[in-house]
């Protein structure tokens, strides 16, 4: 049968400018947020995480702002390179005691050269 | 670098026959996961697992599916009779708990999963 898969939405760079993937959680309960990496093939890979008492942090050319507001979270990634093309996931913890994650549908970062 | 490790990278089975997922956590983590990814979709929680029994499962967890940490290094995951709507990347993960900053140790470290086709 025909199999049904997610559109994901797709952003496109040069090399070397800076990326913006945006994300919208679900759950204003949510305490704890984390963006993931995935390339083709392998596992999500750790970026970068933010609390929901934090408005912004900063890792190695990337920046994580959570806006509480509109429930809106935004990955920034500074001098893109071409390695850094994959899936981008943002993921919230809504609640529980094991802390389990919720993942968002994905976006696919491409970097042309 | 630690990392989580799972074996096979991919399992081949027939509809109905019992399959084992497994892996090994991070050392010295505590909490345990199991999560799916049907082909070109979200990435999906089934279970957590912390001081050796289940802490949260979802609805996709169902009387199919158990999980076990038979020693002090592997967490496994069994599916009883496979299904056709089983096929899908299987990803373990797993977590401090404690220790470190409150952010470190929640951080989920994932493998790079178990494709699992079940025909």
């Known amino acids: 049968g025909e199999s049904v898969g997610l559109h994901l939405p797709t952003l496109s760079v040069q090399e070397g400018d800076n990326s913006i993937i945006n994300c919208a959680y679900s759950?204003?309960?949510?305490?704890?947020f984390i963006w993931y990496k995935q390339e083709s093939g392998k596992g999500p890979q750790f970026i970068i995480d933010?609390?929901?008492?934090?408005d912004k942090r900063q890792g190695q050319r990337v920046t994580v702002l959570l806006n509480k507001t509109v429930k809106h979270l935004s990955l920034q990634i500074t001098a893109t390179q071409p390695g850094d093309s994959a899936v981008y996931f943002c993921a919230e913890n809504i609640g529980g005691s094991a802390r389990q994650l919720t993942f968002g549908s994905g976006t696919q970062l491409t970097v042309l050269p | 670098e630690p990392e989580v490790t799972q074996t096979p990278s991919h399992q081949v089975t027939q509809m109905g026959q019992e399959v084992i997922l497994r892996c090994v956590p991070i050392s010295n983590h505590l909490y345990f996961y199991w999560y799916r990814q049907i082909l070109g979709q979200k990435v999906e929680f089934l279970v957590s697992?912390?001081?050796?029994?289940?802490?949260?499962k979802s609805e996709i967890f169902d009387d199919q599916f158990s999980v076990e940490r038979p020693d002090g290094s592997n967490f496994t995951l069994k599916i009883r009779s496979t299904k056709l709507e089983d096929s899908a990347m299987y990803f373990c993960a797993s977590r401090p708990g404690t220790s470190g900053t409150p952010l470190a140790k929640n951080i989920q470290y994932f493998g790079a999963g178990t494709r699992l086709s079940v025909l």
């Open positions: 933010i609390r929901s008492n934090m």
């Open positions: 759950n204003s309960a949510s305490d704890y």
């Open positions: 697992f912390y001081n050796n029994e289940i802490s949260e």
